[in-house]
């Protein structure tokens, strides 16, 4: 089934936010469940939960959140250790003191890229990885570069990409678009631009509202041609 024939749900997601790849393991199991998962095309939408991060300021991820949300070093932690033991449960490993807070702007600039490749999921994935998993500097030119090797890209494209501003216009539509929508925080899922799933809801929840706009968007779609049979001839030269 080509993608023109398949519902769309599109996904807004900031690579350093901890719920966005809970709700991406919780999305996935979802679809695995769901019995017309074939009829569903995902795509990715760049949003940046704090634009205005200066890459390189040497904070930790604690100082960080305390700093931003006027709290204590010590309750930024604990907030950290819940969201780390949920992702626990989906298989996923935190390693929040190793994470390295910057900018995300270019990681979001290889999403965009990656999408047109049709990587804009393993780009994601890797992506998440490397922040929450593997304390990487997703800032950092090299880091990208390597990342976007590893899932599949021509280390020419990456090099252009890093040494420029391309796919910038792209990352900014996406926030834009998202703004237009009302959407104020992340995962936020948008199925067939009819429904909204805020948050990194259960898998159920993800189930249910698959089977219903899915169930809605077929109800949409034209027939197939009612063919009348008559003498043909064929590619394989019967007559």
């Known amino acids: 089934m ?12 900031d690579i350093m936010c901890p719920w966005c790849y809970i709700g991406k393991r919780r999305f996935e199991a979802a679809m695995e469940q769901f019995s017309d998962a074939g009829s569903v095309e995902i795509e990715w939408h760049s949003f940046q939960l704090d634009p205005t991060i200066e890459s390189g300021h040497g ?15 010590e ?15 989906l298989g996923l490993t935190y390693n929040m003191e190793q ?23 393993a780009a994601e994935e890797r992506l998440f ?8 500097d ?5 880091t990208l570069v390597e990342l976007g090797k590893e899932i599949g890209l021509e280390e020419s494209v990456l090099t252009e990409l890093v040494s420029g501003q391309g796919f910038a216009t792209e990352v900014r539509r996406d926030i834009q678009e998202a703004d237009a929508l009302g959407i104020r925080g992340v995962p936020f899922f ?16 993800f189930l249910e509202v698959l089977n219903k ?23 394989d030269g019967d007559c």
């Open 2 to 13: 080509s993608t023109a024939n398949k519902m769309k749900v599109e996904i807004w997601s």
């Open 59 to 73: 904070d930790n991820l604690y100082t960080y959140l305390s700093k931003r949300k006027g709290i204590p070093y």
């Open 75 to 89: 309750q930024a932690e604990q907030m950290n250790h819940q969201v780390t033991a949920l992702a626990a449960d």
């Open 99 to 121: 994470a390295v807070v910057a900018n995300s702007f270019d990681a979001h600039r290889l999403i965009q890229l990656a999408k047109q490749h049709q990587l804009g999921d």
């Open 129 to 136: 990885k490397a922040y929450f998993t593997e304390g990487k």
């Open 138 to 142: 997703f800032s950092d030119a090299g």
């Open 190 to 205: 948008v199925f067939d631009r009819k429904y909204g799933v805020s948050g990194a809801q259960a898998a159920d929840t």
């Open 213 to 235: 706009s899915v169930d809605e968007w077929k109800k949409t779609q034209p027939a197939g041609l009612e063919i009348i049979e008559g003498q043909t001839c064929g590619p």
